[in-house]
């Protein structure tokens, strides 16, 4: 019995032949066509804002920070079910983190569990698009407006994903994806920065590139180029951006797999013991970035990727809730109780979804998670 693996990456067979043509061309380093190429893709698709690739979500993440200029003490509101990135970011400017609960019907952030935990020291709210599933951005855009908090969302599992008609991603005044080899569209590591406010377009230019304007620079609008503010080297290199490419091109075609799988998932897996089904509200759509479901207990978990493995199928839990790590604990950000965080910490399973995934391989799981519950009756 072959085992089928939780991830796979996918390739295209285009990648190396874009590559090639960086290697070729004798242009490696970051901003070059590829990369400027794959951020048109983007604006173009969101219609507004300015998208800047970066080396991953995390230091897109981390751009927000800065752009946010969150000083130390300021505090940040960001869910508790999530992973450390999201969190880490704004760390790293000093912030103080406000872990949130979960919604009860999806892991998103419970949108009205956040107006109690606003302080004049919040700056901003960090909402991430769990499974690629959008959070209720009007309600946090309206809380934000009235409190005049920044919302960057964490839109790294959110690609091609929509809120009310609108793509994730260009709502919040900011917000960052992810390009890491589990995710839909991918290019081993990967991660773009997306302005919506226009007031932060000029300065996500020189944080990208080492804290100086070379981006005007380079479109003729100053004759030399220098120091002028903080910053690292966020921008990836060409080839990186060339394998991004080689995705982008393919979205569809990948994007009406996953989905494939993800429909045959939920259609097998109905009304099987006390297997909890994903929720997708009705303001939101379905990217297919995870197909996950919830056990009724712990216990039942760990029984049940138990019995898949034996099965040669590999499932996996994901989060642990943040606010109980031993960082948030060193800290002292772990009084809150989030009940929800905690559920999905102890009861979520993810299933294997990747391309190559057949639909077959797809049936043959359902089956062995249907029989695990008849063997338990
Ligand atoms: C994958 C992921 C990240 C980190 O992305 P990298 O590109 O690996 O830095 C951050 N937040 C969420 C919700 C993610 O799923």
């Given amino acids: 019995m ?15 032949h874009y590559i090639s043509q960086t290697l070729t061309a004798g242009k490696t380093c970051g901003s070059g066509e590829f990369t400027h190429r794959c951020q048109s893709f983007f604006e173009n698709k969101f219609g507004k804002g300015k998208c800047l690739l970066t080396t991953s979500c995390t230091d897109a993440l981390e ?28 760390v790293r400017q000093g912030a103080k983190i406000i872990f949130a609960d979960s919604r009860r019907d999806n892991p998103g952030i419970d949108e009205t569990q956040l107006e109690a935990l ?25 809380l934000a407006a009235r409190y005049n908090l920044l919302v960057i969302e964490d839109a790294a599992q959110a690609v091609d994903s929509f809120y009310k008609g609108r793509p994730l991603g260009t709502i919040g005044h ?5 390009f890491h080899e589990t995710k839909n569209l991918q290019c081993g590591e990967g991660g773009m920065l997306v302005v919506n406010d226009p007031k932060f377009i000029k300065r996500a230019e020189i944080l990208w590139e080492k804290g100086t304007n070379r981006a005007e620079f380079f479109r003729g609008e100053i004759n030399k180029y220098g120091w002028v503010d903080t910053g ?4 990836p290199a060409e080839y990186v951006s060339a ?23 939920y259609e097998h897996l109905q009304g099987i013991g006390r297997l909890t089904l994903p929720v997708i509200p009705d303001y939101a759509t ?33 989060y642990l809730s943040l606010h109980k790590s031993a960082f948030a604990i060193s800290r002292h950000w772990n009084e809150a109780n989030l009940p929800q965080a ?25 089956h062995t998670i249907q029989n695990f519950y008849n063997s338990r009756q």
């Fill in 2 to 16: 072959e085992t089928i693996p939780f991830n796979k990456i996918y390739l295209t067979g285009k990648e190396m």
């Fill in 63 to 90: 751009m927000c920070a800065m752009l946010a200029d969150i000083q130390p003490g300021d505090e940040v509101i960001v869910p508790s079910y999530t992973f450390v990135s999201t969190a880490l970011a704004f």
């Fill in 118 to 142: 606003i302080t004049p020291r919040t700056r901003a709210i960090v909402p991430v698009h769990y499974a690629g599933v959008a959070c209720d951005m009007d309600a946090l855009m309206n």
């Fill in 174 to 178: 900011l917000a960052a994806f992810s």
């Fill in 232 to 235: 690292s080297s966020f921008l």
């Fill in 243 to 265: 394998f991004l490419w080689a995705q982008l091109e393919e979205m569809d075609n990948i994007q009406k797999k996953r989905k494939a799988i993800w429909e045959t998932y």
């Fill in 286 to 318: 379905n990217n297919a970035h995870a197909f996950y479901a919830i056990c009724s207990t712990p216990a039942e978990r760990t029984d049940l990727i138990a019995y898949l493995k034996e099965h040669g199928i590999h499932a996996v839990f994901h």
């Fill in 342 to 366: 905690d559920r999905y910490t102890d009861c979520l399973v993810r299933l294997p979804l990747f391309y190559d995934l057949s639909i077959e391989q797809v049936i043959r799981i359902s």
